[in-house]
Nanobody
Framework: VQLQASGGGLVQAGGSLRFSCAAS????????MGWFRQAPGKEREFVAA????????YYADSVKGRFTISRDNAKNTVYLQMNSLKIEDTAVYYC??????????????????WGQGTQVTVSS
C-alpha cells in the first residue's frame, strides 16, 4: 500500500491550503482515512478522520470549523481542506489508512499505513 500526499507549503496566517492523499495497492473504498500532524518537539497529534463511506467524520477540537476532510473513492483520494490557518497549525502533516475496520479513528496506532510527511508552514 502506498499513500502519496501532496499540497503542503508556506502560507500566511488566515490563508488556506488543500492536501490530497492518493492511495494505491488496496481497496481504498474500504479504508478509514486520517490526517495527523507533528510539530517540532511535539508528539504526533490527530487532526481529522473519515470513514470508508465518507458519512462519518471526526475532527480535533483545534481544527473544528476550519478544516474539512473529504474523500473521493472513485479517485482513491482523501482531501484535507484547511482554512483560516493559524501559526500553530505549522507542522508536518501525515495521511494514514486503516483497512481493518473502515471506521474513523483518532489514535495513530489504529492506522496501518502512513504516507510521507508534508510540511505546512504558516507565517504571520
Amino acid at each position: 500500500v502506498q499513500l502519496q500526499a501532496s499540497g503542503g507549503g508556506l502560507v500566511q496566517a488566515g490563508g488556506s491550503l488543500r492536501f490530497s492523499c492518493a492511495a494505491s495497492g488496496r481497496t481504498f473504498s474500504s479504508a478509514a482515512m486520517g490526517w495527523f500532524r507533528q510539530a517540532p518537539g511535539k508528539e504526533r497529534e490527530f487532526v481529522a478522520a473519515i470513514g470508508w463511506s465518507g458519512s462519518r467524520t471526526y475532527y480535533a477540537d483545534s481544527v473544528k470549523g476550519r478544516f474539512t476532510i473529504s474523500r473521493d473513492n472513485a479517485k482513491n483520494t482523501v482531501y484535507l481542506q484547511m482554512n483560516s490557518l493559524k501559526i500553530e497549525d505549522t507542522a508536518v502533516y501525515y495521511c494514514a489508512a486503516d483497512f481493518w475496520t473502515g471506521v474513523p479513528r483518532r489514535r495513530a496506532y489504529e492506522y496501518d499505513y502512513w504516507g510521507q510527511g508534508t510540511q505546512v508552514t504558516v507565517s504571520s
